[in-house]
């Protein structure tokens, strides 16, 4: 086992005594960093390149190379650790980014204090989102506009932009599963862009492992189907063979 996973690790069961944290964040890191670690493999079993940027205090190096344990243990750290900013406090929103950047950076974990900031801005030159600075107040607006112009993306964080939008806290799920999920929950502007651009990042990755990367979780995916967003839904809205009937 790396450093960077034995870090992650100890930072990750750290994270239970934190104000913010709850068993759904868990299970939905655990998720996360399971699907950028299961493509990250079959990747490289494919013979395929990825472009795992090493960040320094300077700026990005590119062209590091990293061994193979480094690149699944770097891919499942960043999946596990990208919400990390959820727990530093209770609600955060959309500073949760910000709050994990600084916790990961302040730990030395450079490349993952980088995904913090960008996994929930996936399309971030193409896709308009208003809606996403209006929930910011000026300083973490201001941070975060900043901070997005002038990263490089790399395929780590294509790579968590993609998992997060396939781990669910009950399972592997499709982005399309996924979505429905996020928009019934939060509702999102412009959701046909933002679909658009995870698919993008979903055909980039199958191309690179050779295969459709659902057939890496196909069992799961056909639970989880069958599961959400309705059966959340049913519960949530209190529905029964009663109201059913009504319908």
Request: charge should be negative.
């Amino acid at each position: 086992m790396s450093e960077i996973r034995e870090k992650a690790l100890r930072i990750f069961a750290q994270a239970k005594e934190m104000p913010g944290y709850s068993l759904s964040w868990e299970k939905h890191s655990l998720n996360v960093a399971k699907v950028a670690e299961s493509i990250t493999r079959v990747v490289m079993e494919n013979g395929a390149k990825l472009r795992f940027t090493k960040v320094t205090g300077e700026g990005p190096e590119t062209g590091r190379e990293l061994s193979g344990e480094e690149m699944t243990d770097m891919a499942f750290s960043a999946g596990l650790l990208h919400d990390i900013g959820r727990c530093v406090e209770v609600k955060v929103g959309l500073r949760h980014p910000i709050l994990g950047y600084n916790l990961l950076t302040n730990e030395g974990l450079v490349e993952l204090a980088q995904v913090s900031m960008t996994h929930t801005y996936y399309g971030y030159k193409q896709i308009e989102r208003a809606e996403f600075w209006e929930e910011l107040d000026s300083k973490s607006l201001e941070f975060t506009q900043d901070y997005m112009k002038g990263a490089e993306i790399s395929d780590l964080d294509l790579l968590v932009q993609l998992a997060d939008n396939m781990g669910h806290p009950m399972g592997v799920m499709t982005i399309s599963d996924r979505f429905s999920d996020v928009l019934i929950r939060h509702g999102i502007r412009s959701a046909g862009d933002h679909l658009r651009e995870l698919f993008r990042i979903k055909q980039y990755f199958d191309k690179k492992a050779g295969i459709n990367i659902y057939e890496l979780f196909r069992d799961e995916i056909i639970r989880t189907t069958m599961m959400e967003p309705n059966g959340m839904m049913r519960e949530k809205q209190n529905v029964t063979d009663e109201t059913e009937e009504s319908l």
